[in-house]
Nanobody, 116 residues
Framework: QVQLVESGGGLVQPGGSLRLSCAAS????????MGWYRQAPGKQRELVAT???????NYADSVKGRFTISRDNAKNTVYLQMNSLKPEDTAVYYC??????????WGQGTQVTVSS
């Protein structure tokens, strides 16, 4: 099993920044990719960003140029640096990991609220 622990959510004003962290533990050697999803009120959960074991990244069009996903292999941690935040970024952000057998793991979610 893989456990994912998130941190870094909170309240921020438009234009501000937040950095989300997701620390993985357990059978981390089985992880093939990690990333972030988000779910805003009244909307479906959507992919925000992913990073593969090989370091390839992918972003939703809505966050390109503003968000950066990265990884620290020594800490088994993935980060999401969120800059130039907009009110429409308000959502619960979920860390996820997918194993080499395509088994999915999910974090508990962390609230990001962008508001004046």
């Amino acid at each position: 099993q893989v456990q994912l622990v998130e941190s870094g959510g909170g309240l921020v004003q438009p234009g501000g920044s937040l950095r989300l962290s997701c620390a993985a533990s357990g059978r981390i050697f089985s992880i093939n990719a990690m990333g972030w999803y988000r779910q805003a009120p009244g909307k479906q959960r959507e992919l925000v960003a992913t990073i593969t074991k090989g370091g390839s990244t992918n972003y939703a069009d809505s966050v390109k140029g503003r968000f950066t996903i990265s990884r620290d292999n020594a800490k088994n941690t993935v980060y999401l640096q969120m800059n130039s935040l907009k009110p429409e970024d308000t959502a619960v952000y979920y860390c996820y990991a997918v194993s080499i057998t395509q088994y999915e793991y999910w974090g508990q979610g962390t609230q990001v609220t962008v508001s004046s």
